[in-house]
T-cell receptor
Framework: GAVVSQHPSRVICKSGTSVKIECRSL??????MFWYRQFPKQSLMLMAT?????????EQGVEKDKFLINHASLTLSTLTVTSAHPEDSSFYIC???????????FGDGTRLSIL | GNSVTQMEGPVTLSEEAFLTINCTYT??????LFWYVQYPGEGLQLLLK?????DKGSNKGFEATYRKETTSFHLEKGSVQVSDSAVYFC?????????????FGKGTTLSVSS
């Protein structure tokens, strides 16, 4: 149980393109979903936290107009990287949580490469 | 603020060797502590967790004990296998406005050779 599906797993696109990444909890309802970014050989940095039906809470330094997060249902959150540039190339990972005292379950990540 | 410090890697071991990956934390309150594992090209998988002082988390031969007096949560395994090669992240839970975000250490790469 507790499977989180992230799609796509890899994206390569031109600079200026907007890219949408989906995160789905397949067998549970997630009240909270998190988006992380991981640079090569570094740890995961929290970008934003989203609750279903609410606006996402962004971490300091993360541009909310650049990284649009929608959490329209208890099983789906999307991250849209708008007008992506090479510096946005990274590994993006989502996680989902049923309640705040429960562990987070992670997707397999999306490798985004902007040419 | 809260933080997690892990030993620098990479850690290179022979099969069946004993493994210790050190993790210490700084936190206000009483966080839960976690170890996650990331295999190449994949997302993170929860390896084990402990929610209060003196709890021992264990899974797949790995274990870690929540030590409040030393603010540590060291990961150990008695006999590593080649299949244990991965990056290991220590993490703690931190309450924020919208949920319980995780704060991660920088990760420790483990390479096990046969």
């Amino acid at each position: 149980g507790a499977v989180v599906s992230q799609h796509p797993s890899r994206v390569i696109c031109k600079s200026g393109t907007s890219v949408k990444i989906e995160c789905r909890s397949l067998d549970f309802q997630a009240t909270t979903m998190f988006w992380y970014r991981q640079f090569p050989k570094q740890s995961l940095m929290l970008m934003a936290t989203s609750n279903e039906g609410s606006k996402a809470t962004y971490e300091q330094g993360v541009e909310k107009d650049k990284f649009l997060i929608n959490h329209a249902s208890l099983t789906l959150s999307t991250l849209t990287v708008t007008s992506a540039h090479p510096e946005d190339s990274s590994f993006y990972i989502c996680s989902a949580q049923v309640y705040s005292n429960q562990p987070q379950h992670f997707g397999d990540g999306t490798r985004l490469s902007i040419l | 603020g809260n933080s997690v410090t892990q030993m620098e890697g990479p850690v290179t071991l022979s099969e069946e060797a004993f493994l210790t990956i050190n993790c210490t934390y700084t936190a206000t309150g009483y966080p839960s502590l976690f170890w996650y594992v990331q295999y190449p090209g994949e997302g993170l998988q929860l390896l084990l967790k402990a929610t209060k002082a003196d709890d021992k988390g264990s899974n797949k031969g790995f274990e870690a004990t929540y030590r409040k007096e030393t603010t540590s949560f060291h990961l150990e395994k008695g006999s590593v296998q080649v299949s244990d090669s991965a990056v290991y992240f220590c993490a703690l839970s931190d309450l924020n406005q919208a949920g319980t975000a995780l704060i991660f250490g920088k990760g420790t790469t483990l390479s096990v050779s046969s």
